[in-house]
């Protein structure tokens, strides 16, 4: 066991006791009901990486051509799930209405997506920590990072880089994140915000390998695979790109 994996294991121990802690402490400090142990009342997902990407490529196909078909029983899934939970993908795309990952992804029930959100899908730290939870804690084995064309928040860092655009409250904020992509993509050929949502997918995807020492981990043994993608508003696509 070298001393990557001997500080993975030590820390994968903390944070299942860390979790644990909490879980029981929010139980009884709430309810006053015996603490019930963190770990998933179901067992995770035996899905590979490969696996859990075929099959959203498989729900956004049916979400495309067949979207009459893409009901769920929910009544059903719901009292399945209610113990615990093993999705099988983590989605970070954006908080967007038109991109719900459960929908497009195929008609997805309850307990299969493990989904972070925020304007312009970044990779901050409550997303990153989310991000490690999923992968760590829940045994999601994929983490895809999905921008969308025409993003508003995109839209607002490219006005940024262009003209300097002052953004009012915590918006400036949050569109700096996306700011560095902005920058690198402005006066490249082509559309500047289409550009700059594929460049800040991609730059997303990089910072979670790069900077989640969990998830590098998990990566570096096969048992997670991070991708990024971008959906398209008109057709309902998601290209997966890298
Ligand atoms: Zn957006």
């Known amino acids: 066991m070298c001393q990557s994996c001997i500080d993975q294991a030590r820390r ?3 944070t299942r006791s860390a979790l644990g802690l909490a879980a029981g402490a929010l139980v009884l400090g709430g309810l006053e009901r015996p603490a019930r142990a963190a770990a998933p ?3 995770p997902t035996t899905l590979t990486p490969d696996e859990a990407l075929a099959k959203l490529k498989d729900g956004n196909k049916r979400y495309v051509e067949a979207p009459q078909l893409c009901e769920a ?14 999705p099988w993908a983590t989605v970070l795309t954006c908080a967007d209405s038109r ?43 994929l983490i895809v990072v999905m921008g969308h064309e025409r993003c508003g928040a995109v839209k607002a860092a490219c006005e ?26 402005k006066g490249k050929p082509g559309d500047f915000v289409a550009n700059v949502v594929r460049e800040n997918a991609r730059r997303t995807a990089a910072k979670i390998g790069a900077e989640s020492e969990i998830v590098k981990h998990l990566e570096h043994e096969k048992k997670v695979k991070i991708v990024y993608a971008v959906y398209d508003l008109d057709t309902g696509v998601v290209e997966f790109i890298g």
Do not use: W
Not at 73 to 86: S, T
Not at 99 to 112: A, Q, R, T, W, Y
């Open 73 to 86: 029983d929910m009544l059903k899934r719901r009292q399945e799930v209610a113990q615990g939970q093993a």
């Open 160 to 185: 940024v880089a262009e003209k300097g655009t002052k953004l009012p409250g915590f918006i400036g904020p949050m569109v700096d994140a996306i700011l560095p992509a902005a920058r690198a993509e």
């Open 41 to 43: 009342a179901v067992p």
């Open 12 to 14: 994968q121990f903390l």
């Open 99 to 141: 991109v719900p990952p459960e929908l497009l992804f195929g008609g997805l029930n309850l307990g299969e997506l493990f989904v972070c959100r925020n304007a312009g899908n970044t990779a901050d730290v409550a997303t990153l920590g989310t991000i490690e939870y999923g992968a760590e804690h829940l045994g999601s084995p």
